[in-house]
């Protein structure tokens, strides 16, 4: 009977080489034997030796080279067949993490000073070129070298071995079935970053968020999670089934449209992708639940209006007023201000009405810093700027560079993001303290002039 065994073999990476910037092979590791050690000079010389080089891949016959830069060190995979491409450089960054992870720095003289080390975590993270173990924590706990050293070498026991192997083989490599905390805490952090540009006229011509939620998971044994969040599709289903609560209902048309989004390993994509629903068995400590991005009904936490008047060739009249749209029961905090003025400025003058500002050259920009933001608030600055004369015989005209502003705003999520409930479920039936905090901050964020 035809089988599809063998050829699947072959779709994977078949080696690894950590050259440095001359092209000089620090580290391979050869998986397959359809490849040399002579491949690497054919990276050297159409890759590294060539300027025209962009994309981070590169075939050369009938072999495929995909690689990453870090620290000065290409990272480089190569293969012969026709593998998943997204996949590979997965696997290069973790790569990267764990080298990083546990050489503090990835440089020339990390990898030189522990080439053994490297040697001994690419047999553990792939096996004839299939990856095995992409766990930084999974493998600091039997790869013990580097600065995680074991005081003692009798610290590995037996018992401690049998342990490590059921973490490392077991279907949740991330986490160790013997955890025990006195206190059952987990923490929740949402943060946001709001990206903008609204033109002169006050119309938005991009806006987007993009959203993480990070989690402290301080929980004993082997709990199940169950995480909810205000999804628009499944509030939705839930209306449609009628599994949906009255204060559901009310807040249905609150819910958000996610554009896409990522997650940990740890949590159930089947789950996620039949039901909608975040479940998860956390790993212990702090970690990245999910990541996402949204486009639609942003709550932009600031509003710039701004007025500049250019009075001839020797000034410049501003006023730029900032409103705060979020509720008066929240304050934004660092909030920055970047007002633009041409690079032959002599002096603004400036009459603040909250914070301070001044003229800096090294931004050529009025820089107004305002510590503390009540929310539905607004303060305005106007600024009156002088300029020096130029011997140039062709004015240039000035740019016009946008206004562009820094912040955070506790307590407020732009894209309308709302943990509506976490679910801890372990047999012991142990009560869990739950903490949840918002936090919404600048990512790019314009306004035109």
Same mark, same amino acid.
């Given at each position: %009977?035809?089988?599809?065994?063998?050829?699947?073999?072959?779709?994977?990476?078949? =080696?690894?080489?950590?050259?440095?910037?001359?092209?000089?092979?620090?580290?391979?590791?050869?998986?397959?034997?359809?490849?040399? &050690?002579?491949?690497?000079?054919?990276? %050297?010389?159409?890759?590294?030796?060539?300027?025209?080089?962009?994309?981070?891949?590169?075939?050369? @016959?009938?072999? *495929?080279?995909?690689?990453?830069?870090?620290?000065?060190?290409?990272?480089?995979?190569?293969? %012969?067949?026709?593998?998943?491409?997204?996949?590979?450089? $997965?696997?290069?960054?973790?790569? *990267?993490?764990?080298?990083?992870?546990?050489?503090?720095?990835?440089? $020339?003289?990390?990898?030189?000073?522990?080439?053994?080390?490297?040697?001994? +975590?690419?047999?553990?993270?792939?096996?004839?070129?299939?990856?095995?173990?992409?766990?930084?924590?999974?493998?600091?706990?039997?790869?013990?070298?580097?600065?995680?050293?074991?005081?003692?070498?009798?610290?590995?026991?037996?018992?401690?071995? *049998?342990?490590?192997?059921?973490? =490392?083989?077991?279907?949740?490599?991330?986490?160790?079935?013997?955890?025990?905390?006195?206190?059952?805490?987990?923490?929740?952090?949402?943060?946001?970053?709001? /990206?903008?540009?609204?033109? =002169?006229?006050? /119309? #938005?011509?991009?806006?987007?968020?993009?959203?993480?939620?990070?989690?402290?998971?301080?929980?004993?044994?082997?709990?199940?999670?169950?995480?909810?969040? /205000?999804?628009?599709?499944?509030?939705?289903? !839930? =209306?449609?089934?009628?599994?949906?609560?009255?204060?559901?209902?009310?807040?249905?048309?609150?819910?958000?449209?996610?554009?896409?989004?990522?997650?940990?390993?740890?949590?159930? +994509?089947?789950?996620?992708?039949? $039901?909608?629903?975040?479940?998860?068995?956390?790993?212990?400590? !702090?970690?990245?639940?999910?990541?996402?991005?949204?486009?639609?009904?942003?709550?932009?936490?600031?509003?710039?209006?701004?007025?500049?008047?250019?009075?001839? %060739?020797?000034?410049?009249?501003?006023?730029?007023?900032?409103?705060?749209?979020?509720?008066?029961?929240?304050?934004?905090?660092?909030?920055?201000?970047?007002?633009?003025?041409?690079?032959?400025?002599?002096?603004?003058?400036?009459?603040?009405?909250? @914070?301070?500002?001044?003229?800096?050259?090294?931004?050529?920009?009025?820089?107004?810093?305002?510590?503390?933001?009540?929310?539905?608030? $607004?303060?305005? +600055?106007?600024?009156? #700027?002088?300029?020096?004369?130029? #011997?140039?015989? !062709?004015?240039?005209?000035?740019?016009?560079?946008?206004?562009?502003?820094?912040?955070?705003?506790?307590?407020?999520?732009? *894209?309308?993001?709302?943990?509506?409930?976490?679910?801890?479920? !372990?047999?012991?039936?142990?009560?869990?303290?739950?903490?949840?905090?918002?936090?919404?901050?600048?990512?790019?964020?314009?306004? &035109?002039?």
């Amino acid at each position: %009977r035809t089988t599809t065994t063998a050829p699947g073999l072959l779709k994977m990476i078949s =080696a690894v080489f950590l050259m440095n910037h001359k092209g000089e092979v620090l580290i391979s590791r050869i998986y397959r034997d359809d490849i040399s &050690r002579g491949v690497a000079n054919a990276f %050297r010389l159409e890759v590294i030796g060539s300027k025209d080089i962009r994309s981070p891949v590169k075939s050369i @016959g009938s072999t *495929s080279f995909m690689w990453i830069k870090q620290g000065g060190i290409y990272i480089v995979a190569v293969t %012969r067949a026709n593998v998943d491409v997204s996949m590979v450089f $997965e696997v290069l960054y973790r790569i *990267s993490e764990i080298f990083t992870s546990y050489f503090e720095t990835l440089d $020339e003289d990390a990898v030189r000073n522990n080439f053994v080390l490297v040697y001994e +975590l690419l047999d553990e993270i792939m096996d004839f070129g299939y990856p095995q173990n992409c766990s930084t924590e999974v493998l600091k706990m039997y790869i013990t070298q580097g600065k995680d050293k074991f005081r003692e070498r009798g610290a590995m026991t037996k018992e401690k071995m *049998s342990k490590i192997t059921v973490v =490392a083989t077991g279907a949740i490599p991330w986490r160790s079935p013997d955890i025990k905390h006195r206190k059952n805490e987990i923490y929740i952090d949402v943060v946001e970053s709001v /990206n903008l540009l609204m033109s =002169a006229e006050g /119309n #938005v011509l991009r806006a987007d968020v993009s959203g993480q939620v990070m989690m402290k998971a301080f929980l004993s044994g082997m709990p199940e999670c169950k995480f909810g969040m /205000n999804d628009k599709l499944l509030m939705d289903k !839930e =209306a449609r089934v009628g599994t949906a609560t009255a204060a559901t209902t009310r807040r249905r048309s609150q819910g958000i449209e996610i554009d896409d989004c990522t997650f940990h390993q740890c949590v159930k +994509l089947g789950k996620f992708d039949t $039901e909608r629903s975040i479940s998860f068995t956390p790993p212990d400590g !702090e970690f990245e639940l999910m990541r996402y991005r949204t486009t639609e009904n942003i709550n932009l936490p600031f509003k710039i209006l701004p007025i500049i008047k250019e009075i001839g %060739r020797s000034r410049i009249e501003c006023s730029v007023t900032i409103k705060s749209t979020f509720s008066s029961k929240v304050f934004g905090g660092s909030v920055v201000v970047y007002i633009p003025c041409p690079k032959n400025t002599a002096v603004a003058h400036i009459v603040t009405a909250a @914070g301070r500002a001044k003229y800096m050259p090294e931004h050529d920009a009025i820089v107004w810093k305002i510590k503390r933001f009540p929310g539905d608030t $607004e303060y305005t +600055l106007p600024a009156e #700027v002088e300029l020096m004369a130029t #011997v140039s015989t !062709e004015k240039k005209a000035w740019s016009r560079p946008p206004i562009s502003m820094e912040f955070q705003v506790p307590m407020f999520t732009a *894209s309308g993001f709302h943990v509506r409930f976490l679910k801890v479920i !372990e047999k012991s039936n142990y009560t869990t303290t739950k903490w949840v905090r918002y936090l919404t901050k600048a990512g790019t964020y314009q306004n &035109r002039i």
